[in-house]
């Protein structure tokens, strides 16, 4: 495997090198054909001048980086239309589209100045959506991006507890230490998690108890993209993305800058903490960060959870080379945590279905140690990247990066290891930009993965290891006529299963996505998009093999080693519109999924009962068709510069089509209203959630109650030029609503939190 990927790496550099040496496709302009772009860079709530935000034209990949002053210029621009983006850690990103006219006068002198508000921004930046640096109003897919203040405020030891906010996005949860995003319905193989545009090598896909392996108290940003990206990123990605980036790998910067954050909460005892410094010395940059976390059994209006605890160490270092051609960087990266699987222990004993009828409330369960089950994961990663940049060629940019993941977890029982998971994956991703020509630009590269992955136990699954391995090939192209624009890209892929047990067959799997788009400016500020998408999925590997009592899913799992592969065709259908005041996302979508893989119950005694096995409902993977339709709207409202109102909603039903049954746990019509009361560096910040009730549900479910919670959100900004003092308040479930999550495994046995606070604190040194 190692030669296979030392000769491709050999490879690669040697395209690299003769592309780089291609001569330039178009010739330079005349001096007197260009304009100057100017401006200053402030924060928003007091007029102090930002030094050190670096701005970049991202159509030309030019960046400069403010002085004392704030102040940025840069001279010698073609005329045209541009994205201008800023960035400075601890701050969130923020885009604007600029005009630039030609002349050798001061005519030809454009203005842009950026007022930069730490928290509540409307132009935000995303990388996961296209692959390059854009703003969210300009990406033809729907992009949440959430900055690192929120994620502070809204800290929690899993992502799908932050993210469950956010429209179009609903949490999956076997307790708070295993919460994974859903996205319009889609979970477990069909979303895909990263780590800085690299796939993190966990199993949380794979079970409803196992997490990601991802800090929150450590990220610049979360990015979820909401519909199937299955071209840039990989047949996993059908449903969506969520990227979880830690830092600008690719610049650096003069002197030291550092962080540091702390959170606390009543409810759970949850406290934690977390600092990074990174220090640059001309062309060199080296950075260093750790965190830690801590919760108890959480409280809800009817008890406490017990064993819903959890714990969280992470740290990472590294250090790079960014010349202005070009760069590299290496880091190394370490994740442990331990969380409990709250009443697990129930579904262990074959009298787990009585005993769930039994019970009326939490406090009816003993808390006896040797009976709670807890899953100690741990992650290792070490990740190289290089790459070329603003090179006079054809290919203008290329990010070549290399990644190896040791992951394991252990299912402990009491003191005892029942069931050891280990997934070995080494990643490789290359991606080449090329030097807009007339209208085209676009990106193509490559990717792929080796995967060693084997389950040792009481509860093993699959019997001995398995091999799997992915490579693919992709392109995105876009032409721009101004107010109108066109993408369209393709992506093939192959998997590969290769079973240890001769029992177990090998299975090959390969397939073509293809997706088009079309965004026209309709007015100022105004646009329509339309998205189609035709995907391609390969069974997943617990799909094709599992066998045996699956506690995470609590089913008795029965695997098909005859699936074929998914095919889903996709549209999509968004309005935005940004001004000064208003900003609105709204988007309708319908998928429909050929051989969707599903788990149906099994009835082979024909009692008109779901079979029972180890005291679990037998279920076996199927395909069937299925249909996914629903909408997502988000809307702020600013009717003064001191007071802003916010809208999200979002709803998706599903269904098998053949049957006309509802697909199991999909989330279901919910609401939320805020508002954002500004003065100076205050900021409060009532909201209201709301969701119906969920009655379209699958045979092996039953109904969840609609809820009404409210909470209040406040924070206080200090800022200056060079450093920044946030304090943030959350105070949730103020009313104490007992409630219950649709989408949790155990959603009978565990309601939701009940009323807490949490606080927060973060200084940023510039």
Same mark, same amino acid.
């Given at each position: 495997? *190692?030669?296979?990927?030392?000769? $491709?790496?050999?490879?690669l550099?040697?395209?690299?090198?003769?592309?780089?040496?291609?001569?330039?496709?178009?010739?330079?302009?005349?001096?007197?054909?260009?304009?100057?772009?100017?401006?200053?860079?402030?924060?928003?709530?007091?007029?102090e !001048?930002?030094?050190?935000?670096?701005?970049?034209?991202?159509?030309?990949?030019?960046?400069v980086e403010?002085?004392?002053?704030? /102040?940025?210029?840069?001279?010698n621009?073609?005329?045209?239309?541009?994205?201008v983006?800023?960035?400075?850690e601890?701050?969130?990103d923020?885009?604007?589209?600029?005009?630039?006219?030609?002349?050798?006068?001061?005519?030809? +002198?454009t203005?842009?100045?950026f007022?930069l508000?730490?928290?509540?921004?409307?132009?935000?930046?995303?990388?996961?959506?296209?692959?390059?640096?854009?703003?969210?109003? %300009?990406?033809?897919?729907?992009?949440?991006?959430?900055?690192?203040?929120?994620?502070?405020?809204e800290?929690?030891?899993?992502?799908? @507890?932050?993210?469950?906010?956010?429209?179009?996005v609903?949490k999956?949860?076997?307790?708070?230490?295993s919460?994974?995003?859903?996205?319009?319905?889609f979970?477990?193989?069909?979303?895909?998690?990263?780590?800085?545009?690299?796939?993190?090598?966990?199993?949380?896909?794979?079970?409803?108890d196992?997490?990601?392996?991802?800090?929150?108290?450590?990220?610049?940003?979360?990015?979820?993209v909401?519909?199937?990206?299955?071209? =840039?990123?990989?047949?996993?990605?059908?449903?969506?993305?969520?990227?979880?980036?830690?830092?600008? @790998?690719?610049?650096?910067?003069?002197?030291?800058?550092?962080?540091?954050? /702390?959170?606390?909460?009543?409810?759970?005892?949850?406290?934690?903490?977390?600092?990074?410094?990174?220090?640059?010395?001309?062309?060199?940059?080296?950075?260093? &960060?750790?965190?830690?976390q801590?919760?108890?059994?959480?409280?809800?209006?009817?008890?406490?959870?017990?064993?819903?605890? +959890?714990?969280?160490?992470?740290?990472?270092?590294?250090?790079?080379?960014?010349?202005?051609?070009?760069?590299?960087?290496?880091?190394?990266?370490?994740d442990?945590?331990?969380?409990?699987i709250? *009443?697990?222990s129930?579904?262990?004993?074959?009298?787990?279905?009585?005993?769930?009828?039994?019970?009326?409330?939490?406090?009816?369960?003993?808390?006896?140690?040797?009976?709670?089950?807890? =899953?100690?994961?741990?992650?290792?990663?070490?990740?190289?990247?290089?790459?070329?940049?603003?090179?006079?060629?054809?290919?203008?940019?290329?990010?070549?990066?290399?990644?190896?993941?040791?992951?394991?977890?252990?299912?402990?029982?009491?003191?005892?290891?029942?069931?050891?998971f280990? &997934?070995?994956?080494? #990643?490789?991703?290359?991606?080449?930009?090329?030097?807009?020509y007339?209208? $085209? +630009?676009?990106?193509f590269?490559?990717?792929g993965?080796?995967r060693?992955?084997?389950?040792?136990?009481?509860?093993?699954?699959?019997?001995?290891?398995?091999?799997?391995?992915?490579?693919?090939?992709?392109?995105?192209?876009?032409?721009?006529?101004?107010?109108?624009?066109?993408?369209?890209?393709?992506?093939?892929?192959?998997?590969?299963?290769?079973?240890?047990?001769?029992?177990?067959p090998?299975?090959?799997?390969t397939?073509?996505?293809?997706?088009?788009?079309v965004?026209?400016?309709?007015?100022?500020?105004?646009?329509?998009?339309?998205?189609?998408?035709?995907?391609?999925?390969?069974?997943?590997?617990?799909?094709?093999? &599992?066998f045996?009592?699956?506690?995470? &899913?609590?089913?008795? %799992?029965?695997?098909n080693?005859?699936?074929?592969? %998914?095919?889903?065709?996709?549209?999509?259908f968004?309005?935005?519109?940004?001004?000064?005041?208003?900003?609105?996302?709204?988007s309708?979508?319908?998928?429909?999924?050929?051989?969707?893989v599903?788990?149906?119950?099994?009835?082979?005694?024909?009692?008109?009962?779901?079979?029972? @096995?180890?005291?679990?409902?037998?279920?076996?993977?199927?395909?069937?068709?299925?249909?996914?339709?629903?909408?997502?709207?988000?809307?702020?409202?600013?009717?003064?510069e001191?007071?802003?109102?916010?809208?999200?909603?979002?709803?998706?039903? /599903?269904?098998l089509?053949? @049957?006309?049954?509802?697909?199991?746990?999909?989330?279901? =019509?919910?609401?939320?209203?805020?508002?954002?009361?500004?003065?100076?560096?205050?900021?409060?910040?009532p %909201?209201?959630?709301?969701?119906?009730?969920?009655d379209?549900?699958?045979?092996?479910?039953?109904r969840?109650?609609?809820?009404?919670v409210?909470?209040?959100?406040? #924070?206080?900004?200090?800022?200056?030029?060079?450093y920044?003092?946030?304090?943030?308040?959350?105070?949730?479930?103020?009313?104490?609503?007992?409630?219950r999550?649709?989408?949790?495994?155990?959603?009978?046995?565990? !309601?939701?939190?009940?009323?807490?606070?949490?606080?927060?604190?973060?200084?940023r040194?510039?």
């Amino acid at each position: 495997m *190692f030669m296979r990927i030392k000769k $491709l790496a050999a490879g690669l550099f040697a395209v690299v090198y003769l592309l780089c040496l291609a001569p330039a496709s178009f010739a330079r302009q005349q001096q007197s054909d260009r304009g100057t772009l100017r401006g200053v860079v402030s924060y928003e709530i007091n007029g102090e !001048p930002l030094p050190g935000v670096s701005v970049q034209i991202v159509q030309l990949r030019r960046t400069v980086e403010t002085g004392d002053d704030g /102040a940025y210029m840069f001279t010698n621009v073609p005329p045209g239309t541009y994205t201008v983006t800023t960035h400075r850690e601890g701050i969130p990103d923020v885009a604007r589209s600029v005009t630039i006219t030609a002349g050798d006068d001061s005519s030809a +002198t454009t203005t842009l100045d950026f007022a930069l508000r730490l928290t509540g921004l409307r132009e935000q930046v995303t990388v996961t959506a296209s692959g390059i640096e854009e703003s969210t109003f %300009e990406s033809f897919r729907s992009v949440t991006s959430v900055n690192a203040l929120t994620l502070t405020e809204e800290s929690h030891p899993s992502i799908g @507890e932050v993210l469950e906010k956010e429209p179009g996005v609903a949490k999956r949860s076997f307790g708070p230490g295993s919460s994974r995003p859903v996205i319009r319905g889609f979970d477990g193989d069909r979303v895909l998690v990263l780590k800085d545009g690299v796939r993190t090598g966990s199993l949380g896909s794979q079970s409803g108890d196992h997490g990601e392996p991802i800090d929150v108290l450590s990220l610049e940003r979360l990015e979820v993209v909401k519909g199937p990206a299955t071209l =840039l990123y990989g047949s996993n990605a059908i449903g969506g993305v969520v990227n979880a980036i830690s830092r600008d @790998e690719q610049a650096s910067h003069a002197g030291l800058r550092s962080y540091f954050s /702390a959170v606390g909460s009543t409810n759970s005892r949850q406290a934690g903490v977390s600092a990074g410094i990174e220090y640059g010395y001309k062309n060199f940059l080296f950075w260093g &960060n750790g965190s830690g976390q801590r919760t108890g059994d959480y409280q809800t209006p009817a008890g406490s959870i017990p064993n819903s605890k +959890t714990r969280v160490a992470n740290g990472e270092g590294g250090f790079g080379y960014f010349g202005d051609k070009g760069f590299v960087s290496a880091s190394y990266n370490y994740d442990n945590r331990r969380y409990g699987i709250p *009443f697990a222990s129930l579904f262990e004993a074959e009298e787990a279905a009585a005993a769930t009828a039994e019970l009326s409330a939490p406090q009816q369960i003993v808390d006896e140690e040797e009976a709670q089950i807890d =899953l100690d994961m741990r992650r290792k990663n070490v990740r190289v990247s290089g790459g070329f940049r603003n090179v006079d060629s054809f290919i203008s940019d290329l990010r070549l990066t290399l990644d190896f993941t040791d992951y394991q977890h252990r299912e402990l029982e009491g003191a005892n290891v029942g069931t050891v998971f280990d &997934n070995n994956v080494i #990643s490789y991703r290359t991606q080449f930009d090329q030097r807009k020509y007339g209208r $085209l +630009t676009g990106r193509f590269g490559f990717e792929g993965f080796a995967r060693d992955y084997e389950t040792v136990g009481a509860e093993a699954l699959i019997k001995g290891p398995v091999d799997q391995k992915m490579l693919a090939v992709f392109g995105l192209e876009e032409f721009d006529f101004d107010r109108l624009k066109f993408q369209f890209g393709g992506r093939v892929e192959t998997n590969r299963f290769r079973p240890g047990d001769p029992g177990l067959p090998g299975r090959n799997f390969t397939g073509a996505s293809g997706a088009a788009g079309v965004r026209f400016g309709i007015y100022e500020g105004g646009v329509l998009l339309a998205n189609y998408t035709h995907s391609y999925r390969s069974p997943a590997l617990e799909e094709l093999y &599992n066998f045996g009592p699956h506690i995470g &899913n609590l089913t008795f %799992e029965i695997g098909n080693s005859n699936l074929t592969r %998914e095919r889903s065709d996709g549209l999509d259908f968004s309005y935005r519109h940004l001004t000064r005041r208003v900003r609105v996302e709204a988007s309708v979508f319908r998928y429909r999924i050929k051989d969707f893989v599903f788990l149906a119950p099994v009835d082979d005694d024909a009692d008109g009962r779901v079979d029972i @096995e180890d005291g679990l409902p037998v279920a076996r993977y199927l395909q069937g068709e299925s249909r996914f339709v629903g909408a997502d709207v988000t809307a702020n409202f600013d009717p003064s510069e001191h007071f802003s109102i916010n809208l999200g909603v979002d709803m998706v039903d /599903a269904e098998l089509k053949d @049957e006309g049954t509802p697909l199991p746990r999909i989330p279901p =019509l919910r609401g939320r209203i805020s508002f954002d009361a500004r003065y100076k560096g205050v900021s409060v910040r009532p %909201e209201v959630i709301l969701a119906k009730d969920q009655d379209q549900i699958f045979p092996t479910e039953t109904r969840t109650a609609g809820y009404t919670v409210f909470n209040i959100l406040g #924070s206080y900004t200090l800022a200056r030029p060079r450093y920044a003092h946030v304090f943030t308040v959350n105070a949730f479930n103020l009313g104490d609503r007992l409630y219950r999550n649709h989408l949790s495994f155990i959603k009978e046995l565990a !309601p939701e939190i009940g009323r807490g606070v949490r606080f927060g604190y973060t200084v940023r040194l510039f």
